[in-house]
């Protein structure tokens, strides 16, 4: 069985497949799959999570405990799926954007190298 945490094999683009299911709240070729609202559902704050984490989603805002965005140069609105070894998918509702990284970096934390990157690609589109 399969980890959803990781483990879980897919395309780039299918990735960001998924991305644009969220980012259009669950609906795909003008079917509803998700209830509606579902996605601001994952991106709100659990309320044990001091602000950084909805339902199975990273948030990038800095939280309750003034803590540093994840990805600082994206709006505080952006939320993602965080894979193993630097898997992300990168859901951005205000310029209705999905960034996918499907690289791998082993042995330190690879966040620090991607936002910037992310950051970068986020500020060129219109």
Known sequence: T???????????????????FYLNDGV???????PE????????PASASDGFYGAQFWLNNPGTDGRTKYM???P????LMAGHE????????????????????RGEEPMPHV?????AIYAAVP
Do not use: N
């Not at 609202?37 to 709100?44: E, H, L, N, Q």
């Open 76 to 79: 505080d609105d952006a939320y």
């Open 2 to 20: 399969f980890i959803g945490s990781s483990f879980m094999y897919a395309t780039a683009r299918d990735w960001a497949k998924l991305g644009l």
């Open 86 to 105: 630097g898997q992300y998918v990168l859901i951005v509702p205000d310029k209705r954007v999905v960034i996918v990284r499907t690289g791998m970096t």
């Open 72 to 74: 600082p140069g994206v």
């Open 28 to 34: 795909v070729e003008g079917e509803r799959i998700l």
């Open 37 to 44: 609202g579902w996605s601001r559902y994952v991106a709100t």
């Open 115 to 119: 936002a910037p990157v992310f950051a």
